[in-house]
């Protein structure tokens, strides 16, 4: 009886795992709370952090999601679910943009990335990284790490939607950085690897991006000269 309770969890936490996958944070924490009101062996951290989740991203009560993870965040990064935390934690203060809660969630999690044995969720932290810097502005940072995290993803042979997200940040770290020509060279390359991977909505996603460099562009012609791509 054990052991098909464990196979259940096991499916559960991997039907959570897909949803967040895709987006659907609000199916995932319901499923959450519903193993957690079966008493269907739900992890109490596990489930904090899928709400926190859901209040942040589907119901936009950000503060609350903030506050729930920084009641739970753990001492110590010694397991999953732990970096999982901090490192939404550290998502979280990105989007608000607190660039000093980033940078110091950044360090901590950095220090101990050496315990970490998910590939996947290595690639996810490194895109996080990458993407802090790219938001505030730090340009030299995010073509630094967006460099070091595709090597990595190409390593383990992840291509999935984060490797699709460095690609773009590495495009536009360039771009802000007046690499023109190898901001189009790599364009031209991802814009390959898109059609092999048939992503319609990461190349709607680059098309958004470059959208807004040309209309900062336009507004102010110092950020770069008059090229684009």
């Not at 899928?50 to 903030?66: C, M, R």
């Not at 031209?188 to 990461?202: A, C, H, P, Q, R």
């Not at 470059?210 to 000269?225: D, P």
């Amino acid at each position: 009886m054990s052991v098909k309770v464990n196979d259940n969890m096991i499916l559960n936490v991997k039907e959570i795992f897909r949803l967040i996958h895709n987006f659907q944070y609000e199916e995932a924490f319901l499923l959450s709370s519903e193993i957690m009101e079966r008493k269907d062996n739900g992890d109490q951290l596990f489930h904090e952090w899928v709400k926190a989740l859901a209040e942040f991203f589907t119901y936009g009560n950000k503060n609350t999601a903030i506050k729930l993870l920084e009641e739970i965040k753990p001492n110590k990064l010694e397991n999953e679910i732990q970096f999982r935390i901090i490192n939404s934690l550290m998502c979280f203060y990105i989007e608000i943009g607190n660039e000093q809660a980033f940078l110091k969630y950044k360090k901590e999690i950095n220090s101990n990335l050496h315990k970490l044995d998910s590939e996947e969720l290595l690639v996810k932290i490194m895109c996080n990284f990458t993407n802090g810097y790219y938001e505030f502005k730090n340009y030299k940072k995010s073509l630094e790490y967006s460099e070091k995290s595709i090597k990595i993803a190409q390593k383990y042979r992840l291509f999935g939607f984060n490797f699709s997200l460095l690609l773009i940040i590495k495009i536009m770290s360039l771009l802000y950085l007046g690499e023109i020509t190898k901001a189009k060279n790599l364009k031209k390359d991802y814009e390959t690897f898109l059609k092999i991977t048939n992503t319609i909505s990461d190349k709607k996603y680059l098309e958004k991006t470059l959208k807004i460099f040309y209309k900062e562009v336009a507004n102010n012609e110092k950020i770069i000269n008059k090229k684009t791509i």
